[in-house]
Every structure is written in C-alpha cells, then in structure tokens.
C-alpha cells in the first residue's frame, strides 16, 4: 500500500532542508560562540586554509602604557586583486589579545564595547580549560555574516601587565574558507615614564664695589736755615748800636 502524501507536505520538507543548508553555509551568523574560545577555530568542520591570508592586523603602536588603548584594524591586504573573491572581505572574525609566552592560555586586556553595529564584544572562560571562571570582554566577534572590507576594535591592556602582547585573529571568509590566528606584530607594555620634578637653582652674584685711592701730593715747605737766621739778627744788632752811638754823640755836643 503506498502512501501518498500531499505536495503541499512534501514541497515544505523540502524548503526545510534547503532552508537548513542555507543557514549552515553561513556558520555562526551572529557572531563565534563561546565554545571557540578554546581553539579560536569555527565550530562548523571546515579546513584552514594553507595558502597566505588576504586579509591583515594593523595597530596603531607598538609601544603602549597600561593607561593607553590599541586601536586595532582588521582589512583587507593592498595586494589582493579586485578579481579575488576575498576582495569581498570577510564574513566572520574573532580576535583575542595573548601574553606570546603563554599562547593559547593567558586573554589579557579587554575589548571596549564597539561602537559598529558589526562589531560585538564577548566573554571567555579563563584559563581555557577551567571554565568556571569567565573573563568579560576578553574577545571581539562580528554581529552578522555580511561581508565586511573593514573592522575597527579597541583593546584595552590589563593595569598590572607589562610585557609584550600579540593580537590574535581568525578570519572567516566562507563557510569553508578561513584562516585561525592570524597574528598581529608584537605589542610592547611598558610602565609609565617617572615624572622628574625640576628644582630651579638661583644664583647670587655679590658684586664688590672697587675702590679707587687717589695718592696725595703733599708739598713740604723747609723751614729757614739757621744762617738766615743769624744773619737777620746781627742787622737788627748793628742797627741798634748805630742809633745808641748816634745818641750819644748828639747829647755829647
């Protein structure tokens, strides 16, 4: 006995399962989910690509205090041609910050809440493979499977960390075409610069007034010789004894 079901029955069946490839062509529509924080690898079976990723990490600095923020750019190379498919840009992406001596354990820092509608923060079990614990903001994720040229985030360096950090990123271009931790160029942490306090030094200069001594001429009047004098007197003498002898000779006639 067959059984025939209604075309309206079978036509929707199908639809469904059209509709269900459809939607798992593009894995993770609204973002990676937190089962990729483990292995950063999307959770729909598809190989990494081996051939060089088309798409780059660009910071704005590679030196940084823990009071700065890393804008970091996700976009497509200069060199892919227009005619590669991956002109098109990337639908999915995911980027963590790690500590490159403890890859793959240590998120450092976190994500600001973006500002793109494209763009979405999201939360870490950490460590890894203790997911008791979770870390808030610790990864950045796209918000739907559109095709995307560019994607701006913000990190922000954790207070007591100093060392160097690499910004890492997997790229989803199609369901069956990405490339897993991607790697940024190092970022170096370093502390703030020591605040030197400038004391200013004041000079006195005491300025001796020179005194200038004038040599005094002093003319010295000598004194009359004894000659002169003695000679003065025995005139006075003569002359005294002429008018007594005058006298006498006047009184005698």
């Not at 990494?48 to 990490?57: A, G, L, M």
């Not at 999915?92 to 450092?108: H, T, W």
């Amino acid at each position: 006995m067959k059984i025939h079901l209604p075309f309206s029955f079978v036509g929707g069946f199908v639809l469904l399962v059209i509709g269900c490839c459809l939607l798992s062509a593009d894995a993770s529509p609204s973002g990676a989910p937190e089962a990729a924080c483990t292995t950063m690898t999307p959770q729909h079976g598809a190989d990494w690509q081996n051939y060089t990723c088309p798409f780059e990490i660009i910071v704005d600095k590679t030196t940084m205090y823990p009071s700065q923020t890393l804008n970091v750019h996700l976009g497509i190379k200069s060199d892919v041609d227009v005619n590669d498919p991956a002109a098109r840009g990337f639908k999915g992406f995911m980027a963590m910050a790690f500590d490159p001596s403890s890859f793959d354990v240590q998120l450092l820092g976190t994500f600001d809440n973006l500002a793109s509608a494209e763009t979405k923060t999201m939360n870490c079990p950490s460590p890894f493979r203790e997911p008791n614990t979770v870390k808030q903001n610790v990864a950045a994720t796209h918000t739907n499977n559109g095709f995307k040229k560019t994607v701006d985030l913000v990190w922000t360096p954790p207070a007591n960390f100093f060392g160097p950090i690499i910004i890492v990123v997997t790229f989803v271009h199609e369901k069956e075409i990405m490339w897993v931790k991607e790697n940024s160029e190092f970022i170096q942490v370093v502390s703030e610069p020591e605040t030197s306090t400038t004391t200013e030094t004041t000079s006195t200069t005491t300025t001796t007034p020179t005194t200038t001594t004038t040599p005094t001429t002093t003319t010295t009047t000598q004194p009359p010789t004894t000659m002169g004098a003695a000679s003065s007197a025995i005139e006075w003498n003569l002359l005294f004894c002429v008018a007594i002898m005058s006298l006498l000779v006047r009184n005698r006639f």
